[in-house]
């Protein structure tokens, strides 16, 4: 899938179903509500890239 933004993961389509791997892809469900709040919160710039590097590996 290449490099992707933080700031784009929330527009991404998601997986059906979830892997549950230890580090979460991109396109897992997970992932992208997870993006989806802190967007809403009004986060953005490196504190989204961190949420993000949260979002993944939880």
């Known amino acids: 899938m290449g490099k992707v933004k ?3 993961v ?4 998601p997986k059906k179903k979830c892997c549950r791997k230890k580090t979460r892809c991109f396109k ?3 992932v992208i509500c ?3 709040k802190l967007e809403a ?6 504190e989204l890239k961190k949420g ?6 939880a």
Not at 10 to 13: F, N, R, T
Not at 41 to 46: E, F, R
Request: net charge positive.
């Open 6 to 8: 933080a700031k784009d």
């Open 10 to 13: 929330s527009g991404l389509k």
């Open 28 to 30: 897992c469900p997970v």
């Open 34 to 36: 997870r993006m989806k």
């Open 41 to 46: 919160a009004g986060i953005h710039g490196k």
């Open 52 to 57: 993000l590097k949260a979002a993944r590996a």
